[in-house]
């Protein structure tokens, strides 16, 4: 509206208004018939290119200071390497020579793994009464922590058992699939009710596709097509980060430590997608006490696993994320420090 207004002001022929993001409904209906051209980030790709256009997004200038915390393991590390070793010989002897498994223990260690902590704003509108008829729209500034792993990018909480992986298909979506899954919210939708989305048909289908391998969609037998969210993005205030409860140091500790592989600023604007009115303020790096342990066969097969030093209970989900990937670690030391 303002810009109608400034066109209108100056007799300019058009005004064109510029988003990296996409517009409303209501933006298009508006600008409709006065003059007005609206880009959105589609448009801005065919001009300059997706490349240039996610530079631009995920390299928003922002100072970020991100200061270290290592949580206190809560386990001896010793009684762990026991109970695995001992875990070794049972499967070794099978039960009565049946269902053997021939591997050693080939190392056992204490392990620091990465979380951001990122401490999330998010505007809202309240409706409060104030007289019997009377009604005013205040606005509340809400604060929340989240837990991302900084390996995989994904959304991670705390629970009884250590981190949980419930949300690990969030380190995997597209800036389209976020949008998608926002627009769908908790049920049913079909292609064209994501029409409002500016998506081509071409990049809708590779996003529900996509979205479909990943188990946060299914298809249902309903014509015309379909599709059921079966994994949204979950509610953000339900969200526990994993230092709730629990203790931080800092100085000096003894074992490995695993580099974070994604960028703070890239985290923070991926979780500023997420939710609606949501702004990335400050983010601490959370070193996370495991125990890795590698298992070996005869024929030179490894296997890792990780046990929550904190806990004491195997990580399975993240025991196969490391399996799939390449940690980098740095050599075990004697001195890892981890201060602000």
Not at 171 to 184: H, I, M, Q, S
Not at 302 to 311: F, S
């Amino acid at each position: 509206m303002k810009l109608i207004q400034i066109v209108g002001d100056l007799g300019a022929d058009r005004g064109i208004l510029v988003t990296t993001s996409h517009f409303t409904t209501s933006a298009i209906r508006t600008a409709e018939g006065h003059g007005i051209d609206l880009w959105d980030h589609e448009k801005l790709a065919q001009l300059l290119g997706e490349i240039e256009v996610s530079s631009v997004v995920d390299g928003l200038p922002r100072n970020v200071e991100t200061n270290r915390r290592a949580l206190q393991p809560q386990v001896p590390v010793e009684a762990i390497c026991e109970r695995l070793r001992q875990n070794v010989r049972k499967r070794a002897r099978g039960f009565m020579g049946i269902g053997r498994v021939d591997e050693d223990l080939y190392f056992c260690r204490l392990t620091y793994y990465p979380y951001y902590n990122v401490e999330l704003e998010r505007q809202q509108q309240e409706s409060q009464r104030r007289a019997i008829l009377k009604k005013e729209t205040v606005h509340t500034i809400s604060t929340f922590t989240v837990s991302v792993d900084a390996f995989t990018g994904c959304l991670v909480q705390q629970a009884k058992s250590g981190v949980s992986y419930e949300f690990a298909f969030t380190g995997d979506l597209t800036k389209d699939e976020v949008r998608l899954l926002r627009a769908a919210g908790k049920g049913q939708f079909s292609n064209s009710a994501l029409a409002f989305l500016g998506l081509s048909d071409a990049r809708l289908r590779k996003s529900i596709s996509r979205l479909i391998t990943s188990g946060c969609l299914t298809q249902t037998n309903a014509r015309p097509r379909t599709y059921r969210v079966v994994k949204p993005i979950p509610d953000l205030a339900t969200l526990v980060p994993i230092t709730k409860e629990r203790d931080a140091t800092q100085g000096s500790s003894p074992g490995a430590i695993v580099s974070p592989l994604r960028e703070a600023v890239a985290v923070m604007h991926a979780l500023e997608s997420y939710w609606d009115f949501t702004t990335a303020r400050s983010v601490l790096l959370v070193y996370y006490p495991f125990i890795l342990a590698e298992y070996r066969t005869p024929n030179g097969k490894r296997r890792p696993q990780l046990i929550d030093a904190i806990t004491g209970e195997v990580n399975t989900a993240l025991s196969g994320f490391v399996r799939g990937l390449e940690i980098q670690m740095k050599p075990a030391s004697k001195d890892i420090r981890f201060e602000e």
